[in-house]
DNA sequence: CATTTATTAGACGATCGGTCTATTAAATCA
DNA sequence: TGATTTAATAGACCGATCGTCTAATAAATG
């Protein structure tokens, strides 16, 4: 069974063979800015269209609501940072804790880049989950877990060279990063200021090299 | 010119003098619940009506405006709990160290009270600023300020007790803790669970006594 | 009782998310 | 080519809800 010798369906095809559309992409890129602007409720649909240049009548050709909308950012922006993660933390040009160093450097520059008025997609909506439908819960709890886990095996490295003390646990050390980082990028947001990050920062290098 | 010599106006007197009124104290109430668990933009008149039992023309007699209803209730919140900081920090029957212990304590066992539906408004609104009338700015970073240096008094005084190492910087470490501590409150809300609040108070406490 | 002001009641226009039908565009097969 | 099929766009439309405002009512006064 090829899957080249499928017979083709008659009628038009779609745009692209991987659910890939430029559209809907400009719609998925749109949407990320605005989230990490304003969050999910106090974003209307007409804004992201209109950024988009989309006409409201093709944001229900590519998504079933926009709840699942939603949910596709969600994911989208965590892979994107799950990428991110991978990408430092297996440079191997520097040492374990340097490429963490290296990663809150690279988002402290992004935040700035951007005037300190978008902050964390998952942090947003994690604020907003009173409002949210419930199946957004598990969701960004997910992608936290796969964040920290990422960076508690970058810390477990770090141990493992001798720059951070043994009697840590690398598994609460990431739980710890992740809890106090997301309330350094909302503080960073409120203030328009960066000091909030490398407040946090700071501390954190601080304490894990004891 | 003494004020109970003032001639009294005609016409219907408030129902009370200063300003009280038990509508709206129960419009307060009911808001200070809504904006902890849901935030302000995603909260509406209605359902704040509706738990008060108030009639919407009545919002508008008592409050310009729902953004002028979200200053004072931020100024509440923010007043309540510099009062309940102060307390936690002058019971001189602790250490210094041992007062924001029990503050910590006290805030888990809140939060564990409202099954950790509830999270802390200022946390909340500052992560809508994206969405927020751009005034709630200044006021949310001034309760922040403000809680920041009263914890600030404790952890000197802490030091003078020599409780803690006299290499940190007072200052820095009450800004480090609260921008953690709304870190944790957040991940606490979403996760349903106390458990973000004890890492990141654990990881505080170990790093202060170093 | 006429007057004054506190308080309430609900109408109001704007906008929300979501759905719908109609139209246009692009590929197919005969 | 031309009929056919489906992708994609266009925007009118709906019920619900947003925050605001005006008109009416209630309660006190001299």
Redesign the pocket.
Same mark, same amino acid.
């Given at each position: 069974m090829d899957v080249a010798n499928v017979? *083709? *369906?008659?009628?038009? /095809?779609?745009?692209?063979a991987a659910g890939f &559309? @430029? =559209?809907?992409a400009s719609l998925v890129r749109a949407g990320l800015v605005r989230l990490t602007e304003k969050g999910f =409720?106090a =974003? #209307?649909?007409? @804004?992201i269209l209109k950024v988009a240049g989309? /006409?409201? #009548? &093709?944001?229900?050709?590519?998504f079933? &609501?926009? #709840?699942a909308?939603g949910t596709e950012l969600i994911d989208r922006y965590g892979a994107y940072f799950a990428g991110k993660l991978e990408r430092f933390f297996n440079d191997h040009s520097r040492s374990p804790l340097a490429r963490i160093e290296a990663f809150i450097a690279d988002a402290e520059a992004a935040m700035e880049r951007f005037a300190y008025s978008r902050g964390c997609l998952v942090g947003n909506l994690g604020q907003e989950m009173g409002a949210l439908p419930e199946p957004f819960r598990q969701q960004l709890c997910d992608v936290f877990a796969d964040w920290q886990h990422r960076t508690a095996g970058c810390l477990r490295a770090a141990q493992a060279a001798g720059e951070i003390g043994s009697l840590h646990n690398a598994d609460n050390l990431a739980a710890f990063f992740w809890i106090g980082w997301e309330g350094a990028v909302l503080r960073a947001k409120l203030e328009r200021s960066g000091s909030p990050l490398q407040t946090f920062a700071e501390g954190f290098f601080t304490m894990i090299r004891t």
């Amino acid at each position: 069974m090829d899957v080249a010798n499928v017979p *083709r *369906r008659r009628g038009r /095809p779609p745009k692209a063979a991987a659910g890939f &559309s @430029e =559209t809907r992409a400009s719609l998925v890129r749109a949407g990320l800015v605005r989230l990490t602007e304003k969050g999910f =409720t106090a =974003t #209307g649909l007409d @804004e992201i269209l209109k950024v988009a240049g989309v /006409p409201k #009548g &093709s944001f229900y050709h590519y998504f079933d &609501s926009k #709840g699942a909308f939603g949910t596709e950012l969600i994911d989208r922006y965590g892979a994107y940072f799950a990428g991110k993660l991978e990408r430092f933390f297996n440079d191997h040009s520097r040492s374990p804790l340097a490429r963490i160093e290296a990663f809150i450097a690279d988002a402290e520059a992004a935040m700035e880049r951007f005037a300190y008025s978008r902050g964390c997609l998952v942090g947003n909506l994690g604020q907003e989950m009173g409002a949210l439908p419930e199946p957004f819960r598990q969701q960004l709890c997910d992608v936290f877990a796969d964040w920290q886990h990422r960076t508690a095996g970058c810390l477990r490295a770090a141990q493992a060279a001798g720059e951070i003390g043994s009697l840590h646990n690398a598994d609460n050390l990431a739980a710890f990063f992740w809890i106090g980082w997301e309330g350094a990028v909302l503080r960073a947001k409120l203030e328009r200021s960066g000091s909030p990050l490398q407040t946090f920062a700071e501390g954190f290098f601080t304490m894990i090299r004891t």
